[in-house]
């Protein structure tokens, strides 16, 4: 597994257990790599990217879901597809480094392991949106590799 899908899947299970457990995310993040041993420092130090910059920006994030995801009210999706959408969203409009096909195309793949049978469709569709009606934060200081 790639060294980045395997951080996206970290982070996604690190997120899961932020909404969860009322904790912080630091205090999640270091009870995760306790039980778990990252495959390389590399997806370690992206998968922790991904959620702190998520969760830092999760207010904003879930607005522009919330606003493309017409008929959704992000309180009623899944868990796991919310976290996906929210780490995708975070990459798609946050992280210049990242071409929006592929962070789409691995939030799809993530969806379609650990979700519903059509969360892959769901995911695909949220973020295709997004893609095409917001602008990437590129004055944004996390708006880097």
């Known amino acids: 597994m790639r060294k980045r899908t395997q951080a996206r899947e970290y982070a996604l ?4 257990q932020c909404e969860l457990n009322p904790e912080s995310p630091e205090e999640a993040i270091r009870s995760f790599w306790e039980q778990n041993q990252p495959g390389c420092p590399e997806s370690r130090l992206y998968a922790e990217k991904l959620v ?3 969760l830092t920006h999760k207010d904003q994030i879930d607005e522009v879901i919330t ?7 992000l309180s009623r999706m899944a868990v796991i597809d919310r ?19 592929v962070a789409i195309n691995e939030a799809v793949n993530i969806a379609k392991k650990f979700s519903q049978e059509d969360s892959g469709k769901f995911v695909n569709g ?13 004055d944004s200081p996390d708006a880097q590799a």
């Open 67 to 73: 606003r493309v995801a017409r008929n959704w009210q």
């Open 126 to 138: 949220i973020l295709d949106k997004i893609t095409h009606t917001e602008k990437k934060m590129a």
């Open 52 to 54: 702190l910059g998520t």
């Open 13 to 16: 299970q690190i997120l899961y």
């Open 83 to 101: 976290n996906i959408l929210r780490f995708a969203t975070y990459e798609l409009l946050f992280v210049s480094d990242i071409p929006p096909k």
